[in-house]
């Protein structure tokens, strides 16, 4: 069924215009669109809920859905994604379904969707769309406001160095390795100084 979704045009995988919505909402100084390709260690494989509560977050007039997906036909998965009118965004293949067809290929039970106004009409939840959407590339600059927030998390992107977007990144924001070793030494000497 996937192949012939496939080779349908039904199943498609994401677009340039779906990664450019994903580049600009950041979690933690990173685009999405980064935690999506390449951070599956980072945030724990299969841990869906998050990114597609990301994705949800940089699509406009998305829906997010939580379900029980059939995996290959032989077990329930609990999993996220979003969707809309015609399309649902997986984040665990980085493709886009026909939604008719991938209700049908996965069969989700236990779904539980919500849109944008349903999510922040809880006061927790608004505060965290609130706070990722809040910041752009900017701020992560080395003289932007959040520029701390990147450098607490950049380390653990540090590893993917060797894919060419990753390092790109690191060097648009101008990171610097040994920044974050100055800013933890800062850090600590504070800590001391104040136990005194």
Request: proline share 3%; net charge negative; with cysteine.
């Amino acid at each position: 069924m996937i192949k012939k979704g496939i080779d349908s045009g039904l199943i498609l995988p994401f677009d340039k215009e779906i990664f450019s919505m994903l580049d600009n909402t950041f979690v933690c100084g990173i685009p999405v669109s980064m935690h999506l390709k390449f951070f599956n260690s980072v945030s724990g494989i299969g841990n869906f809920h998050d990114k597609s509560l990301y994705m949800f977050f940089s699509i406009p007039n998305s829906i997010l859905v939580y379900c029980k997906c059939n995996y290959k036909g032989q077990e329930y998965i609990e999993h996220g994604f979003v969707e809309t009118d015609k399309y649902v965004y997986d984040p665990a293949t980085l493709m886009r379904f026909d939604k008719e067809l991938y209700y049908l290929i996965y069969d989700p039970t236990d779904v539980t969707k919500c849109t944008l106004d349903e999510y922040c009409s809880d006061d927790e939840n608004k505060k965290i769309y609130e706070y990722i959407t809040k910041y752009c590339l900017e701020d992560y600059m080395p003289d932007g406001c959040e520029r701390k927030e990147f450098l607490y998390n950049a380390k653990i992107v540090e590893y993917y160095r060797n894919i060419k977007e990753v390092d790109d990144y690191l060097n648009m924001l101008d990171y610097d390795s040994s920044s974050v070793i100055n800013d933890i030494n800062e850090r600590i000497d504070v800590l001391v100084k104040n136990k005194r």
